[in-house]
């Protein structure tokens, strides 16, 4: 066995980066719990098909960024448009869902 990459293989030499998403403090203080609890209970009852619970998941994401638990970061970068939106001039396109709920 070589020695040079480590008991389990790989560069032992290189310091390790951290993903761009995926790390975000955690809620310590529960300010996302109703949100957090919202989603589960709707992913729970809808047979954990998600696209049917997009606006908790829009919610709980939304309080995560009011309470500085993650990055601010526009909702459409995150997914959430609708699609083949037709505006007043008859024109289809897609649009950020600005719901509040």
């Given at each position: 066995?070589?020695?040079a ?18 790390i ?25 098909q998600s696209?049917?619970c997009r ?6 994401l ?5 309470r ?9 970068e995150?997914?959430?448009?609708e699609s083949n ?7 289809i ?9």
């Amino acid at each position: 066995m070589s020695a040079a990459g480590g008991a389990f293989g790989g560069n032992r030499g290189l310091r390790p980066v951290p993903p761009e998403k995926g790390i975000f403090p955690l809620d310590h203080m529960h300010l996302c719990d109703l949100e957090k609890a919202e989603y589960l209970n709707c992913l729970k009852t809808a047979g954990h098909q998600s696209e049917k619970c997009r606006q908790f998941s829009k919610k709980y994401l939304q309080c995560r960024m009011e309470r500085n638990l993650m990055a601010k970061q526009d909702l459409a970068e995150l997914g959430f448009k609708e699609s083949n939106v037709e505006t007043p001039g008859g024109k289809i396109t897609d649009r950020v869902d600005n719901q509040d709920q």
